[in-house]
């Protein structure tokens, strides 16, 4: 399994930003998919999941309001729409996949993770 995550950058406080990750290897039918972040100094959080399939989601508190997942199937693509970002937002973003069970918050119950993509917000 393979995990690429693109869309990274430098933006501004209230600013927007598309993070994407393209999964190859198997089939992702039966996967669960998240985003993670890590901050400098931090341990790594969980950000949101998605069941592949029905596509039902689970987000973190404090993105709610601002980010949305999601994927398209045919291109075995996911997708994080990230909106009104904040500093705070400034990390190392992960996509990560897990193959069967529930939607889990801990980042080591997944068992594959991209390489992470840069998201720095300045105030």
């Known amino acids: 399994v393979q995990l690429v995550e693109t869309g990274g950058g430098l933006v501004q406080a209230g600013d927007s930003l598309r993070l994407s990750c393209a999964a190859s290897?198997?089939?992702?039918?039966?996967?669960?998919m998240g985003w993670f972040r890590q901050a400098p100094g931090k341990e790594r959080e969980f950000v949101v999941a998605?069941?592949?399939?029905?596509?039902?989601?689970h987000y973190a508190d404090s993105v709610k309001s601002r980010f949305t997942i999601s994927r398209d199937i045919a291109k075995n693509t996911l997708y994080l729409q990230m909106n009104s970002l904040k500093p705070e937002d400034t990390a190392v973003y992960y996509c990560?996949?897990?193959?069967?069970?529930?939607?889990?918050?801990?980042?080591?119950?997944?068992?594959?993770w991209g390489q992470g993509t840069q998201v720095t917000v300045s105030s």
């Open positions: 990560a996949a897990k193959f069967g069970g529930t939607f889990v918050t801990t980042p080591s119950l997944y068992d594959y």
């Open positions: 998605v069941n592949w399939i029905p596509g039902s989601t």
């Open positions: 290897g198997r089939t992702f039918s039966r996967s669960i």
